[in-house]
């Protein structure tokens, strides 16, 4: 059973900053492709970013610039570093994994994913 454990979200004024954490087992963290993802109310999830076994990353346009994901290799740990924030950008966040998708197809756009964690609230106030 892939369990993702999410943590970080809270409350920001416009312009702030959070890092998202997501730990995973270590199988999972090393084998899979791991996405980001973010829901806000009335609309529809939304990729993110995404980090295939390789390392190789991707953003949705929204977030180029102002998101980046990486990892901790020793802690089994993926994150996601939200800069700039955005009233927006307020959403239920949300990890991912899936053992299906590798190299170019694990991108923000991959759908869809098995494995999900419990989400968790960012919210920018401007």
């Known amino acids: 059973q892939v369990q993702l454990v999410e943590s970080g979200g809270g409350s920001v004024q416009a312009g702030g900053s959070l890092r998202l954490s997501c730990v995973a087992s270590?199988?999972?963290?090393?084998?899979?492709?791991m996405g980001w993802f973010r829901q806000a109310p009335g609309k529809e999830r939304e990729g993110v970013a995404a980090k295939d076994r390789y390392g190789s990353t991707s953003y949705a346009d929204s977030v180029k610039g102002r998101f980046t994901i990486s990892q901790d290799n020793a802690k089994n740990t993926l994150y996601l570093q939200l800069n700039s924030l955005k009233p927006e950008d307020t959403a239920l966040y949300y990890c991912a994994a899936d053992l299906r998708y590798s190299g170019a197809d694990c991108d923000t756009t991959a759908n869809p994913f098995t494995y999900w964690g419990q989400g968790t609230q960012v919210t920018v106030s401007s």
């Open positions: 270590r199988y999972t963290y090393r084998n899979y492709c």
